[in-house]
């Protein structure tokens, strides 16, 4: 790509926000990308506040070995949550899409597509602290990717990284 098309490129970009969400999604071209976020761990047989079940049907201590994530998307645009998955949901910049959408996870220079992509819902608006925008949960499997040699139960409970994440193809299910 010459210099101009970049130029072109960078204009063409647009930034989707919502009003208590602290962070942005960015179009670029076909893809959504969020940076700079808090990334941290879900599932497993390690994970004592999950029982393993994910939004998409996948259950991740039966299957402890996949790779994938968990995205805050829009619950609005989900009839069947509860009311507290609704609170938790409700308003995100990321819209709904198929799960098994592919991403692709960056942290400290690293970047891995996850091997199934979105299979889970989540994280929820109050994961977020201030200056600590929760923006991406990963597999197990899939942080042991990122830090290699740790072991699953202290990354099920302690992973936390600063990263971002690229939603490949999913500019085409923003609302025009």
Known sequence: MNFWDCVINLFRRKVVSSP????????????????????????????????????????????PDIEGVSVAMDGRQFSHLSQAEHRALDGSPIPRMPFFTPVEVTINGTTIQAEKGIIDLGPGLEASKPGEPHGLDLTVALAARFSPGVSREKLSRDFEARGSFRILGGAKYLHA
């Open 20 to 63: 208590n969400w602290p962070f942005t999604v960015e179009v670029d071209g076909d893809d959504l990308v969020v940076h700079d976020v808090v990334i941290t761990c879900f599932g497993g047989d390690d994970d004592p506040q999950d029982d393993g079940e994910t939004a998409s049907g996948v259950n991740t201590k039966t299957h």
